[in-house]
T-cell receptor, first 109, second 114 residues
Framework: GQNIDQPTEMTATEGAIVQINCTYQTSGFNGLFWYQQHAGEAPTFLSYNVLDGLEEKGRFSSFLSRSKGYSYLLLKELQMKDSASYLCAVMDSNYQLIWGAGTKLIIKP | IAGITQAPTSQILAAGRRMTLRCTQDMRHNAMYWYRQDLGLGLRLIHYSNTAGTTGKGEVPDGYSVSRANTDDFPLTLASAVPSQTSVYFC?????????????FGEGSRLTVL
């Protein structure tokens, strides 16, 4: 079966750095996505990786290792507004998105 | 700039009733999707449409139907609602079907079936 694993919840301190991991087992691979979802709101796109390596976008970076079936989202200089759920999703060989359950990130002052 | 509009935002429904969730986008996107989101589970695809006039089944299609008469509208119908269909429903669209990039989501419809 297809599976996306990410931690259920993480806690970090304002101003710090946090890394949210995602491992996947899917039938084929056509890219990995990270979305942010604030409580009660819609998911919004953060990043897309299809090749191995690090993609940096401001305070957020996303890393991919296809051989290990592994990705992480790195958030730097954490702000209170970063408190949200972070969703990892993989596009399989049929170009369907398989979603993880999401990681709830709690930022403390 | 509306993007994707869903209605209703929230609804309480008696079991056995018929319900249609509306979804309209103004971005002229070809592909549209309906997902349900339940606590502790990832987003699960119910139905999708790669272009107007075509639809396909996702991971959890039973009890739901969709239509895609034009590019902008993609309604989701529950023919006879059951309590297990209590969930938050998200409509989404993307610029191209298949190897697409960003999904744009509506604000969600929270449905409670009693």
């Amino acid at each position: 079966g297809q599976n996306i694993d990410q931690p259920t919840e993480m806690t970090a301190t304002e101003g710090a750095i946090v890394q949210i991991n995602c491992t996947y087992q899917t039938s084929g691979f056509n890219g990995l996505f990270w979305y942010q979802q604030h409580a009660g709101e819609a998911p919004t796109f953060l990043s897309y990786n299809v090749l191995d390596g690090l993609e940096e976008k401001g305070r957020f970076s996303s890393f991919l290792s296809r051989s290990k079936g592994y990705s992480y989202l790195l958030l730097k200089e954490l702000q209170m507004k970063d408190s949200a759920s972070y969703l990892c999703a993989v596009m399989d060989s049929n170009y369907q998105l398989i979603w993880g359950a999401g990681t709830k990130l709690i930022i403390k002052p | 700039i509306a993007g994707i509009t869903q209605a209703p935002t929230s609804q309480i429904l008696a079991a056995g009733r018929r319900m249609t969730l509306r979804c309209t986008q103004d971005m002229r996107h070809n592909a549209m999707y309906w997902y349900r989101q339940d606590l502790g589970l990832g987003l699960r695809l119910i139905h999708y449409s790669n272009t107007a006039g075509t639809t396909g089944k996702g991971e959890v299609p039973d009890g739901y139907s969709v239509s895609r008469a034009n590019t902008d509208d993609f309604p989701l119908t529950l023919a006879s609602a059951v309590p297990s269909q209590t969930s938050v429903y998200f409509c989404a669209s993307s610029g191209t079907s298949g190897n697409t990039g960003e999904l744009f989501f509506g604000e969600g419809s929270r449905l409670t079936v009693l």
